[in-house]
Every structure is written in structure tokens, then in C-alpha cells.
């Protein structure tokens, strides 16, 4: 059962759901560069990297086919300014990259949020660090969850799990930087960008929608004032009022918190996971209750805002906890401050783009928590 | 030639004398803040007549760099975005690209262009982007204090080559409208030393095309202003501009390098002199 905190609201989140197409094989991929373009994206920016190569070859085909803007940059440096140039004139913007080209963005990322401008960046995730692999790996989740650039700034993160989902996204992604004026992350992962599985995904878009702010410098038009983008407050006192309004802003946001729940309600045992790491834990949940184990399953589906609240409300009632992502332990920090000490939690983790059998997740699982 | 009270921009003065010079209306009335004999203060009001005179004031979107510069938006009256240190090129591209009615230009520093925006300035001008590049050419790191740029002379001394730039460890200054004159998607590249009231109605001139490259879609355009910072420089305001015609016009020499942009036919409304529309 996926929980929403908030009802979505918006066009575009409701465009990409109806009319529903025949389901086809679609690739992870696809499915996201597919959902860009349903959610109205009017821009993509984007330089080569594996594991997301399709999106930016996608794109190529449809943006300039549907009169939109595709194109690629000499660097995710310039991609990431483009994005900020194109949002900063009121346009839906989008890049996507993995890892190594994130990192190169964090510094535009910091002046995006810093100038409030909404956008979104899909990180298909390889392993780490340096050139690390191509595999898949969740080892950006503080990079994107936690800041990743420098200063005080907070992203949505969205994180899918299945290839209609990575299609979905997308557009929740756009309505959300939107509504708080803020940048969001999907952020996904080698295994999903690459896999092909059935999923509702058009080959058809209705016309965009261009909604108008005040705020965007756009050329001023009719306007009586100009209007100016830039985070550059010298004084002070005038940062520190500006760095108040972005964190009541992530406050305010802390509502959009989505996850996803199965075989909660009797579960002794909550496994904690999201992403490509949600579904082999799934497999593992199902099994361990198969032998009478009673796990259950929690996937966050916004990294940020987190979950925090439902995780709180059931520490109280479990027997504990169990984080399981592709990295060193990067979420279970925010599961271990959401329980704050009412349940032990435990972490298991594989890096270096290895994936655990669902067996091993099994026996890890039944192990840490046995009487 | 019209009058310049149709376009005041403060109260027509209701006595008999005759406006003869007024800040472009494309310009706020806040007070520059660049140093003493600074070049930059000439170029923004060049930018704003510029503006004016084209008629562009309800559809420009002006980039401004890290640098000196960093505060040109206070002093402009059209939309502006404020870029991260180099990448007015790559935010420029995209404004442009969005909506190609716009007028999109970017002002910057050397540090900003020559040195880590290295790169977005050439592939902008690689992809004969359609924006207008004001580059503000003073050889040094105004802003931060005066070190030494990839375009301080040899020999010159600043704060981190206090033995003077020795090329045979740092390199030679880069020339950079030579350099991207072998790009085709540029349409016009010039540069010009801001020394005299005739080399301004030069650049003037050289804006004028620039900025009709874009205008007129046929690509790129850069004017590069040899400029002063007396300031790091240890220079009084008029030996900075004697230092410009003396040595620095000896490493980068003026002149049109790229002209792709025929000659203004029928020129815009109040452009029939190089002084622009206020005289
Ligand atoms: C990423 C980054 N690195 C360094 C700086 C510090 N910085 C600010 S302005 C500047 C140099 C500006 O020199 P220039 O572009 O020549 O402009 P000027 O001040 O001379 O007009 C530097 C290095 C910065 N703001 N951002
Ligand atoms: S430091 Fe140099 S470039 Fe900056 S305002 Fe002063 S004179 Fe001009
Ligand atoms: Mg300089």
C-alpha cells in the first residue's frame, strides 16, 4: 500500500497517468526520459554517462520533435548551468547524469537551491567512489538526501523502485520543485535504469502546459519591475533571514512524505529499504514469512522529506528494525534518529554494485533479529 | 534625432535648458561602486545605451559573472541572472535556447572567462550560440584582490607573481578572440582598449555588431574591452589607461578578428552616430 501524506494536486502528476496505454516491455530508462516529457519537461540538458545513456538519446529524438529544447552540453558543469539558466527564465528543466557527472554538478545544484529555482536531476547511481563501476550502488543517498553542495540547502528526493515508477517520477518530481521552489532528485540506479519490464508508458504527449511565475527573469514584457535571480546576500543579517526562508520551506515540505508499506500491520520486524534494495527485500520479506517469520516491508518513496513520523510511530511497536541499501549505511541513519533508541536498528549493506540473492537477505534478516 | 527628454528617465527639467546627457533608461540610479578610474563603470552604460538603443529593455536577460561585476544586475533595469563564477555561457546558451526572442547576453571578467569558464566560453562559441559576449579584459582577479589571471602580462606583477608572471612557469596570456576566431559558429569577435572617447564610440560600433549577430541569427559575438583595474594594478586612473595604450595593446592588439555581420543597411531608430542616442 503506497501512503501519501498530501493528495497530488497538480496537471502534470495526473497527466502521466491517464489515459493508461497497454502495458509494454519498457526499459528503466526509457521510461524516465518518457516520463520527462509527459511531465512537460521543456528543456534537457545532459552530457554522456553510463548507466543512463537512452535518457539523453530518448530525449534527443523527442524534444526537438515536440518543438521542446535537447541538448548535449560539453560537460555536466555547463549541463547543471543550463538547467539553473533555463529554470531561472521559467522553464521545466531537467538533466540526468550518474554519479561522477552529479558530483561535478554539486556546485550549480548549490546555486539552484541557493536562488530557489525548481528543476529536476535524475542520478542513476553506479558504483563508487572515483570512477568506481557501472553497477548499481546507492552510495549518493547522502550526496542528494543530505546537501552534496555547499551551504544549507535541501533537495526533494524521489526515489522508484520499478520501471513505471521511474516513468511516474518524473512528473511528481517537477510538481513538487515547483510547489516549494526547490530542486528534486530521482534518484535511481543502474539495475532500474537498465532492466526491461511491463509498464504503462505512452508514446503520446499532450501539449505543454507553460504555467507563468512572477518571480522568473524571462525578458520583463509588460512588466513595471525587473526581475533578478541570484543567491548573493552580502549582508549578513539578510543571508541569515534568506537561509531561515529555505529551511521553513523544507519544513513546509516535510507533508509531500510518500512510502510504500507491505505486510506491515502484524510485522515484528520492519525491513527498511528503498529503491532497486526494496524489491530484493520484498523477496526476502515474502519468503521469511513463508517460515512463519513476520517481516514486513517499509519503502520510502520520498528520501526527502523522510519518512520520519510513520517510522517513529511503529519503533515503537516492533521488535526492531532492518536497513538494507547498496552501500556502507547511508539511510540508516535516518531510520536509527526516526526510532531515536525505541527498537534496535540494524544495517546490512553490499557495495561495489553486488547484489545479494534474496537467500542471503533471508538468512541475514532471520540471523539479526532471532530470540 | 530625437530628443533625449522624449526619454528621461528622472523629471524633464521644467526650465529652458536643453538635456544634452542622461543615463540610458536601460540603467538604475544606484550609484556604481567600482573603484576610481575603473572600466567597468564605461562599459556598464555602454551596455545600457546599447540596450536602449535597440529597443530590447522588455526582452533582455542580461548573465552576470563573478568578478567586480558581480552586482551588475543593481545597476541594469532589464531581467539578469547572476551565474556561478564562469558559466554565464552555459546559462546564457539556455535562457537563448528557451526562448530565442530574447536578447541574451553575458558580461565577464577574464578570470570568469579566460580561466575556469574556459570551457563553456568555447563550446558556446563552438555552437555559434546566439548571445553576446561583453568581456572585460583587465588582465587580473579584480575582485578577490588582484592575482594573477591567464591574461596578466608577462612580467606583470599581482599578488600571486610578486616577482612578476614568468610564462616560462605560468604560460603566456591568452588571446582569446584569436583563439575563437577559428570557431565558425562565430560572428563577430573584436577588441578594443578603453582609452579615449574615440576608442568608445569604436566600441560602440563593435557592440553594435555583436549584438546583430544575434539579433540578426547569424551566431556568436564577443567584444573583448581592454579595460583597467588601477586598483591592483598600483595605478593612479590615468597612468592605468597610459599603461593599456603603452603595453597592454602590445600583447593583445585591437581590431576586428571575426566579422560575419554585413553592415547596418538601415541602422536602428537614434543609431545614425557613434555616440549613440544621448547626443
Ligand atoms: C568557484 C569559485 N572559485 C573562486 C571564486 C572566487 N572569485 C571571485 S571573483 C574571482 C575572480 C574574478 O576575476 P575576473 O573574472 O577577472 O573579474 P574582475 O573582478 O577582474 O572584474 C574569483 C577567483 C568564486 N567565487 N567561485
Ligand atoms: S578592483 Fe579593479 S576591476 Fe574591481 S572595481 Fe576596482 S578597479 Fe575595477
Ligand atoms: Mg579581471
Known sequence: MIVTTRQPVSTSERAVRTPAPAKRLVKGNEALALGAVAAGAECFFGYPITPQNEVPEILSYWMPKLGRVFLQAESEVASINMVYGAAAAGHRAMTSSSSPGISLMMEGLSYIAGARLPCVIANVMRGGPGLGNIAPSQGDYFQAVKGGGHGDYRCIVLAPWNVQEMYELPALAFDLAERYRMPAFVLTDAVLGSMLEPARVPLEFPPLVRREQDWTACGRGNRAHKNVVHSLYLDPEVLSAKCEELQATYRRAACEVRFDERLIDDAQVVVVAFGISARLALSAVSALRRRGEKFGLLRPITLFPFPSERLSALAKRVRGMMVFELNSGQMVEDVRLAANGACPVEFFGKMGGVLPPPEELVEVFSKRFAR | ?279
Request: hydrophobic share 40%.
Open chain 2, 1 to 279: 534625432m530625437h530628443s533625449c527628454a522624449d526619454n528621461l528617465v528622472t523629471d524633464t527639467p521644467d526650465d529652458e535648458f536643453e538635456c544634452v546627457a542622461h543615463r540610458p533608461n536601460s540603467m538604475s540610479d544606484k550609484p556604481l561602486h567600482y573603484c576610481p578610474g575603473c572600466t567597468h563603470g564605461i562599459i556598464h552604460r555602454l551596455v545600457g545605451e546599447m540596450v536602449d538603443e535597440f529597443g530590447l529593455l522588455d526582452r533582455t536577460v542580461g548573465i552576470c559573472p563573478v568578478g567586480c561585476a558581480v552586482f551588475a544586475y543593481e545597476y541594469f533595469e532589464f531581467d539578469s541572472i547572476e551565474a556561478s563564477h564562469g558559466r554565464a555561457p552555459a546559462v546564457a546558451t539556455a535562457v537563448k535556447r528557451a526562448d530565442p526572442r530574447r536578447f541574451v547576453f553575458t558580461y565577464q571578467g577574464d578570470g570568469d572567462l579566460a580561466a575556469i569558464g574556459t570551457a563553456e566560453t568555447v563550446h558556446a562559441a563552438a555552437r555559434g550560440e546566439r548571445i553576446t559576449v561583453f568581456f572585460v579584459n583587465n588582465g587580473i582577479y579584480g575582485m578577490t584582490g588582484g592575482q594573477m589571471a591567464p591574461t596578466s602580462l608577462p612580467g606583470q606583477k599581482t599578488t600571486t607573481s610578486p616577482g612578476g608572471r614568468d610564462p616560462a612557469l605560468t604560460g603566456h596570456p591568452i588571446a582569446v578572440c584569436e583563439m575563437l576566431s577559428t570557431l565558425p559558429g562565430v560572428a563577430f569577435a573584436a577588441r578594443v582598449p578603453l582609452t579615449s572617447p574615440k576608442n568608445v564610440n569604436l566600441a560602440r560600433r563593435y557592440m553594435r555588431k555583436a549584438i546583430r549577430a544575434q539579433l540578426e541569427n547569424i551566431g556568436y559575438g564577443i567584444v573583448e574591452f581592454l579595460s583597467t583595474c588601477p586598483v591592483q594594478w598600483g595605478l593612479t586612473p590615468i597612468a592605468a589607461m597610459k599603461h593599456i595604450d603603452a603595453d597592454v595593446i602590445k600583447v593583445y592588439p585591437p581590431g576586428v578578428f571575426v566579422d560575419r555581420v554585413p553592415d547596418a543597411r538601415a541602422a536602428p531608430v537614434g543609431a545614425e552616430t557613434d555616440a549613440g542616442s544621448s547626443t
